[in-house]
Nanobody, 115 residues
């Protein structure tokens, strides 16, 4: 059974930092491209950052220079380091694993940026 479990969300003040983790099980993690998405209330889910098996990365313009995606294949985990957080970063953050036609999603973790 495939499981993606996100953690690390929470409440943080503007300008603060959080590190999200997504631990995968039930898949051969190293062959999957991984991504972080977010969905704010009333908005569509959007791509935040992605990382390939070859560790090439891609970022949404809104987070470039502030967020960093990375992966540890030995731990079957993908990370999202979020710095200089803004209120508009408030959303539920989801990780996604993709390999060929296979798609797997985590349950999401809430990130709230507020003073």
């Amino acid at each position: 059974q495939v499981q993606l479990v996100e953690s690390g969300g929470g409440l943080v003040q503007p300008g603060g930092s959080l590190r999200l983790s997504c631990a995968a099980s039930g898949i051969i993690f190293s062959v999957y491209a991984m991504g972080w998405y977010r969905q704010a209330p009333g908005k569509q889910r959007e791509l935040v950052a992605s990382i390939t098996t070859g560790v090439s990365t891609n970022y949404a313009d809104s987070v470039k220079g502030r967020f960093t995606i990375s992966r540890d294949n030995a731990k079957n985990t993908v990370y999202l380091q979020m710095n200089s957080l803004k209120p508009e970063d408030t959303a539920v953050y989801y990780c996604k694993a993709r390999f060929n036609r296979a798609r797997h999603w985590g349950q999401g973790t809430q990130v709230t940026v507020s003073s």
